[in-house]
């Protein structure tokens, strides 16, 4: 009969695969309220790797790059010399529990993604270039 581990947070990033929470970074920014606003984010999501969500605690761009110090086999490669952020980082509940997305309220892949969302949210979303002059 097999032996089964318990799951704590001491040995949680262990069984991690693929070290989620090091494959990203996130920047909180302002609520997006006007149709300028939304036309900024979708600036920004016309780049590669970026993404944009909502959840619980705002709005945050998602920058999808790997920690250059994580290690193939999933470690960190300057522990002993790693941030602050990191040390601190509480993986109680974490990605390896719940996917991060699922508790996103709102999601944006890419700049067809927001597009989409504006179109339904601005009735001139196509007008708005007239609006400012350009």
């Known amino acids: 009969m097999a032996k089964t581990i318990k799951i704590t947070p001491e040995n949680k990033c262990s069984f991690c695969k693929g070290s989620i929470c090091c494959t990203y970074v996130t920047q909180q920014i302002d609520t997006p309220r006007s149709m300028k606003d939304f036309d900024f984010i979708l600036w920004q999501l016309s780049h590669r790797d970026v993404q944009v969500y909502k959840d619980e605690d705002g709005w945050f761009l998602l920058f999808n790059q790997p920690c250059r110090h994580l290690l193939p086999g999933g470690g960190c490669g300057i522990y002993e010399r790693r941030p ?51």
């Open 84 to 134: 602050r952020i990191c040390r601190e980082y509480d993986n109680d509940f974490c990605e390896y529990d719940v996917p991060a997305q699922e508790g996103f309220e709102l999601f944006f892949e890419d700049d067809a993604a927001l597009d989409k969302y504006c179109r339904k949210r601005f009735k001139k979303w196509d007008k708005r270039f007239k609006k400012w002059g350009v």
